[in-house]
């Protein structure tokens, strides 16, 4: 078995066998992995329009697309409501990104999303 091979089966497991929480964190770190990608590579106007850079874009929209549509608006009310507006203006910013091959949008989600992964390791972790 190849060295990505056993990476792949190691994530699949750590996938299979975590806690909703715990996938939550995983989706976090997954869109900030991406984000920080795609700022770097937006950064340099050699590589702000290669397919990586629209790839890394691509994921951590998929990523933030997929906690946004797990919201539970009736059990979580305002917050709920609040993570939504959050996610509709990263998503946002992130299209902008996409469009303008610019870093600014990835750098404002970036913000957004560190901050909602710090308040979630604060709630798991307690």
Request: glycine letters at 10%; charged letters at 25%; proline letters at 2%.
């Amino acid at each position: 078995m190849s060295y990505a091979q056993a990476a792949a089966t190691y994530q699949r497991n750590a996938v299979l066998n975590a806690t909703p929480e715990k996938l939550v964190q995983m989706l976090y770190e997954g869109a900030i992995k991406n984000l920080e990608k795609s700022r770097l590579g937006l950064a340099d106007q050699k590589t702000a329009r290669s397919s990586e850079v629209g790839q890394s874009i691509g994921k951590a929209i998929g990523i933030l697309g997929e906690l946004r549509a797990s919201l539970d608006h009736a059990a979580g009310g305002a917050i709920a409501r609040d993570l939504d507006r959050l996610y509709e203006f990263a998503l946002d910013q992130l299209s902008q990104s996409n469009l303008t091959r610019t870093p600014n949008g990835v750098e404002n989600t970036l913000r957004v999303v560190r901050t909602l992964k710090e308040g979630w390791d604060g709630i798991v972790a307690g």
